[in-house]
């Protein structure tokens, strides 16, 4: 991921290799910067080391499920600022989630309405200013 702060980061959280691809190429060619992690412990490492604006969330990922990361952003203060987009092919899952996300959608998910909707999202968004990261970062 890069760090710019005029230019939202989304972090794909994503096990299966050709969707991930494929959000990732409809999300740049938007303008926004990637990052992807397969499983959640991966997810898990990069949310420390470098907060996104954006998460892509799959909820069926190996080991630490997308339920529970879903859990940890919307309960850790840290987190609570990063906008959370649930993309599953399981709607049944969606409707059983313990905490609400910011957006959920079905797949399969078209280019547009995924940019569309992302941008909707950043729009509302408001970037952690650095001084304030760095407090969250130290507890």
């Known amino acids: 991921m890069l760090?710019?702060?005029?230019?939202?980061?989304v972090l794909i959280i994503e096990d299966?290799?050709?969707?991930?691809?494929?959000?990732?190429?409809v999300m740049e060619m938007?303008?926004?910067h990637t990052s992807i992690a397969v499983n959640g412990l991966q997810a898990l490492e990069q949310l420390f080391n470098q907060p996104p604006q954006i998460v892509l969330l799959d909820l069926s990922l190996p080991g630490i499920t997308g339920t529970d990361i879903l859990l940890i952003l919307k309960t850790t203060p840290r987190f609570r600022h990063i906008r959370t987009v649930v993309i599953t092919g399981y709607s049944?899952?969606?409707n059983d989630l313990p905490v609400e996300p910011d957006l959920v959608l079905e797949k399969p998910v078209s280019?547009?309405?995924l940019t569309?909707?992302?941008?909707?999202?950043?729009?509302d968004a408001q970037p952690i200013p650095l001084p304030r990261l760095f407090e969250t970062i130290a507890r």
């Open 92 to 94: 049944q899952m969606a």
């Open 30 to 32: 938007a303008g926004f």
């Open 116 to 123: 569309n909707l992302v941008q909707r999202l950043c729009q």
């Open 3 to 9: 760090n710019n702060p005029h230019i939202p980061c």
């Open 16 to 25: 299966d290799q050709d969707i991930s691809a494929y959000f990732r190429q």
């Open 111 to 113: 280019p547009e309405q």
